[in-house]
């Protein structure tokens, strides 16, 4: 069962162009929404992240637009250059029992910026 | 500062056979995850482990374990292998069990034949 879906699974956009990542959940209990990016080889790294309470945030070129009725969020890339092409993960955080915290992953965007 | 290492970095197992990977979080951090990463899906959650208890499990077989040491590093263990376990695992580690603040390592890549 896929607790956060992620759209599209590959994405190729010019140099300069502004690539958009969705992603949807279900489980109202994630309350707060991490983007990761990994490049081949490595481990993914947090890039951005958002509280349900906020509609939008804004981090360098990095931008989360979030949308808690239609449980909907998204990252833009504004000005997109070639070194920003790697794969991009949507996270959903919720509380377990204790004081236990989850991460749960979607399933990959991978971005081609072509130059 | 050196990072989360992990080790080894790849690795070939046979169906069946045991595997034990290491991580060592960065100096400081006190909670160690783990994740399976098969190839072209997200990672998905196995354990949490902070202050060498374990705080999390994700839906993962008994064949899966792992522990925390003293010094916080970490063992995954994995029995009985099967063909399906083939992925990426990855450590992160944190200042305090919280997953919003985890350092991934590069992982170990496990092949089972």
């Known amino acids: 069962q896929q607790q956060v879906k992620q759209s599209p699974q590959s994405l190729i956009v010019q140099k300069g162009g502004i690539p958009i990542i969705n992603c949807a959940y279900e489980n109202t209990a994630f309350d707060y929404f991490p983007w990761y990016q990994q490049f081949p080889g490595k481990g993914p790294a947090l890039l951005i992240a958002?509280?349900?309470?906020?509609s939008e945030k804004k981090e360098g070129r990095f931008t989360i637009s979030f949308n808690k009725s239609a449980k909907q969020f998204s990252l833009h890339i504004m000005d997109s250059q070639p070194g920003d092409s790697a794969t991009y993960f949507c996270?959903?955080?919720?509380?377990?029992?204790?004081?236990?915290?989850?991460?749960?992953f979607g399933s990959g965007t991978q971005l081609t910026v072509l130059p | 500062d050196a990072g989360v290492t992990q080790s080894p970095t790849h690795l070939i197992k046979t169906r069946g056979q045991q595997v034990t990977l290491r991580c060592s979080p960065i100096s400081g951090h006190k909670s160690v995850s783990w994740y399976q990463q098969v190839l072209g899906q997200g990672p998905q959650f196995i354990f949490q482990y902070y202050e060498k208890e374990e705080r999390g499990r994700g839906n993962f077989p008994d064949r899966f374990s792992a522990r925390q040491f003293p010094n916080y590093s970490s063992e995954l263990n994995v029995n009985a292998l099967l063909l399906g376990d083939s992925a990426l695992y990855l450590c992160?580690?944190?200042?305090?069990?919280?997953?919003?603040?985890?350092?991934f390592g590069p992982g170990t890549r496990l092949t089972v034949l």
């Open positions: 958002i509280r349900p309470d906020v």
């Open positions: 996270a959903a955080v919720e509380s377990l029992s204790g004081s236990a915290r989850q991460l749960t």
């Open positions: 992160a580690s944190s200042l305090r069990s919280l997953p919003n603040e985890q350092f």
